[in-house]
Each structure stands twice: as C-alpha cells, then as structure tokens.
C-alpha cells in the first residue's frame, strides 16, 4: 500500500519537511442530539417567527419568546432534566384566526379572617395573602393582583366587580388545557380556603374556548437538514400531527435517503385511558411518539418538554439502553387515587394504542416507562412492531451514523474496481470485497459498542456489488442486527417442597 497525499506534489523538488494535515481519521461521529422546541412566542419576543434559532437559557428564551411564553415555559422545563444539552427552539406565532381561552373566578364569600389562598394555576402556587376585612370586589382585585404579579404564568387577569377573568397569552386550542384550581397540596400540605372566602372556578376554555392553533409546516420546513433528534411540539390536532408525518417520511422528509438527518417527534396530550386509546388507534407513525396523561396540573408543552428532555440524557449517552425508570423532574402527577394514575392494565391497554406511558409513585415523583411510537401496523394493515421502540430508532440513526461517517473517512475520493484487480493493492482502490470486508469490521465495532447483536450470525448476508449499470455505484446490503433491550424479567417459579 502506498502513501496517497492530498496536496503535497509528488513533483516536488525543494528539500525539506513538509506536512501535510488530514483530520478524517479523527472525526467524531455521534451527533450532539439537538433538542427542537415547537412552540409559540408572544408578539414581545426578540426572536423571528418560524425561523429556528439556539437557547442558551431561560433567561433566554424569556428574551426571545417573551416572559409568560409557551417556548419559556418549555425550555425552563426542559432545563430542570436536561442542564447541558444543545437547545434550539422553533417559535411560532399564534394563529391569525385564532381565539384566546378565558375562564373565571367568581368571588361570591369575602374572607372574614386573614388568610392565604393557595391557588394554583397551570401548576403554579400563586399565593394570595387576605386581611379578612375585603369585599368581593377588593377580594377579586387581589387575586388578580396576585396572577399579574408573576409574569411567568400563562395568563392574564381582570376584575369586574368581583369576576376576576383570566386570559390565555396565547391563542389556540392549548389555551384550554391550562389547569386552574385551589389548594393542590390539600389539607396534608397544609392548604385550605381562608375562613368565609367562597369562589367558583370556570375553566380555562368554559367561558370562551381557545382555537385554531399555529400550522408547523412552514416552520418544519425551515430547519432544512439541520439536525435534531429531539423534536418536541405539544400540538396533536390532525393537522399538525400530519404535518410532522409528512416532515419526517423517508420519501422527502428528514428520513430520506437524500437527506439523512433523521430524528423523532414527541408530543403529548391529556384524555381519559378511552380517549388516548381512541386517537392512537387513529395514528401510523414511525416517527411520533404521543406520551399520554390526565389530571396533572401541567399544561401539555411542559409535560411533553419535561419527559424528553430527561429521556434525551440517557439515549445522547447510550441510545440502545431502554430509558424505563428514569425520573423526571418537575412534572406533577395526577392526584393519588384519581383516574388519572393510570393503572398497570390501562397501561398495557396504551401501549397496544400507540401511547407511551409512564409511572407515578406515591410522592407524585414521574418516571418514564415506555417511548414508543404511533406506528402499528405495516402497509398491508398487518401488526408491526418494527418501530415499536423508540430506543430502537435512535440506535438506528446511530448506527447509520457511524457507518456514514466510516466510509467518508476511509474512502474519501477513492477509485472502483473490480475484484481481483491488482490495483486493489494501490491505496485509494476500492473493490466490492474490499467493501464487504470493511462494512463487516465497522458493523463489528459497533457490536463491541453495544449498538448491534452477534454481527458474525448476519455477516454472510453482508452483500457488496459494482451496479450493472453505473460503474462508479457501489451497492451494499447493510442487515445491522439491532441490540434489543431488557424490559421483561419473566419467571416461572416451581417450588418443591422436601420431607
């Protein structure tokens, strides 16, 4: 084999030392794994709407967004998981038809001695001291003091004799998922209304019901081939959902062969075991995943934020290893008891419905408990659970990854010939045997990697061959036998019992 420079002249005649410098062997070839942050931005915000841009921090998105902004509030989320990861954010701007949620507070009891009300409005406590001596009016207006005072809240509020109204900051359907209530900690925590204090809740979207959420499209489309494994929107009309389909396909989306820049969407959404059930039999995605929750305090963009961003530590580090069990700070579980701690057969029900799950423990503490995809059945209607897990496809990319960057590094402007040339001895000359042997050796790296499982049981469909018809095409069967993951620990136990 001989040396084959680049830019050094083999005519060269000056004497000396020269140096020429080739990083391709150096080259990394795992992705940083971007998280994307779907979501919308108030008309205060410094960024641009529809056009992807970097966060930093929450005192940055806050900048961007604007205080009291969906993309603020999913990025202090995903900050709790996830300190170090590279997040970027695709703001958009709501919907030119859309209507803002409103709900209501009717003060009808005035406090008649001092106390705290313990609020709580998209899980957040807002505290409201009483002197006892208020009237309604004055009562309402400190409640609504009390809500403007935190500009980090979803919402607005005024007072109408009494009525205190609050307001989405954002139009759309997501305005009705804002959770509004009082004492969420309950008597054990120590929260209970003020003595005399009487107020009636309406929700968020049963005055005035939020609609017409932004379209992702448009946006979907400017992050061009920028890569982002992560893609986090709360959004699961049709048309948004369709819309991340067809942004992701392996037709003309991130999947194609043209483009290779892959990635996953996650979203989630609130419902009854039924509901979520009855949409994810409606979706056949490979590459969506819809976490599925009821009764929690949170609002949809931080549930769905806080969950990815804490799977998104474990599969940068390891993609093969399942992230079952992992905690998720930050997200408040639905109340002990309540329908909304889904059980153990609910759960399997979810599963087999194209709905990711997870655990809640008896100090609400969150724990991820399986990501999978919308993806169901094949293109026959037949069950297929080849992209069931999420842990799979990202050891996909993973693999396909390191496979790109392997051959590009060993093979950069190399010439094609057949087996059994004796110019395959010459440096720079490719033949399919030369190719076969070399796919072979990197799907075994990746074995001893933990990505693939017994490569040398699948090597003999390794298939490398000049095209019939084009020369300079190499074509290459890659079978990788992708590593499973340990999730069931099954075991028959036969007891005997001895005289």
């Not at 915000?45 to 902004?69: E, I, L, R």
């Not at 990711?356 to 293109?379: H, P």
């Amino acid at each position: 084999m001989t040396v084959q420079f680049s830019k050094i002249p083999a005519q060269l005649r000056i004497p000396g030392v020269f140096i020429e410098t080739d990083p391709s062997k150096a080259s990394r070839t795992d992705d940083p794994g971007r998280i994307l942050l779907v979501g919308q931005m108030l008309a205060a915000g410094a960024a641009v709407a529809g056009v992807p841009v970097p966060v930093v921090s929450v005192a940055d998105a806050k900048a961007q967004f604007g205080v009291g902004s969906m993309l603020a509030a999913m990025m202090d989320e995903v900050r709790l998981a996830d300190p170090f990861g590279l997040i970027w954010a695709l703001p958009l701007a709501d919907a030119g038809g859309g209507v803002q949620a409103t709900g209501t507070i009717s003060v009808t009891g005035a406090p008649t001695a001092p106390g705290v009300l313990s609020l709580y409005i998209a899980g957040v406590l807002v505290p409201v001291a009483f002197a006892g001596t208020e009237t309604l009016t004055t009562a309402a207006a400190a409640i609504v003091a009390a809500i403007n005072a935190n500009l980090d809240l979803p919402v607005t509020a005024t007072n109408n004799v009494g009525v205190v109204t609050l307001l989405a900051n954002h139009k759309g359907t997501l305005g009705n998922d804002i959770d509004v209530r009082y004492n969420w900690l309950g008597n054990a925590g120590g929260e209970a209304l003020p003595t005399g204090y009487v107020g009636a809740i309406v929700a968020m979207g049963g005055v005035v019901a939020g609609t017409t959420d932004p379209n992702i499209t448009t946006g979907m489309a400017a992050l061009g081939d920028q890569s982002f494994d992560f893609i986090v929107m709360p959004y699961t009309d049709a048309t948004n959902m369709n819309a991340a389909k067809d942004a992701m396909n392996d037709t003309t989306g991130r999947w194609a062969f043209n483009r290779m820049v892959w990635g996953h969407v996650f979203t989630a959404k609130r419902g009854t075991v039924s509901a979520l059930t009855t949409f994810g039999l409606t979706r056949n995605d490979p590459h969506t995943t819809v976490l599925g929750f009821n009764l929690s305090p949170l609002p949809v963009w931080r549930w769905v934020a806080g969950q990815i961003a804490a799977a998104a530590v474990v599969l940068r580090n390891d993609p093969a290893r399942p992230v079952q069990g992992i905690e998720v700070p930050g997200l408040l579980a639905a109340p002990l008891g309540s329908s909304g701690r889904f059980s153990q057969s609910e759960r399997q029900t979810l599963l087999f419905s194209g709905i990711s799950t997870f655990t809640s423990a008896a100090d609400g503490t969150v724990r991820i408990e399986r990501l999978i995809s919308t993806y169901q059945l094949n293109a026959t209607g037949q069950i297929d659970e080849a992209w069931l897990s999420v842990e799979k496809t990202f050891t996909l990319m993973a693999v396909h990854r390191r496979l790109r960057a392997a051959v590009t590094a060993n093979f950069p402007r190399a010439k094609l010939a057949n087996d059994g040339t004796r110019a395959a001895a010459v440096n720079g000359v490719v033949t399919p045997q030369i190719a076969r042997a070399f796919v072979i050796a990197a799907m075994r790296d990746m074995e001893d990697a933990g990505l693939l499982d017994n490569v040398d049981a699948i090597v003999d469909q390794v298939i490398c061959e000049r095209d019939g018809t084009n020369p300079d095409r190499l074509n290459v069967l890659f079978p990788p036998p992708i590593i499973g993951q340990l999730r069931i620990f099954a075991v028959l136990s036969q007891f005997h019992v001895l005289n």
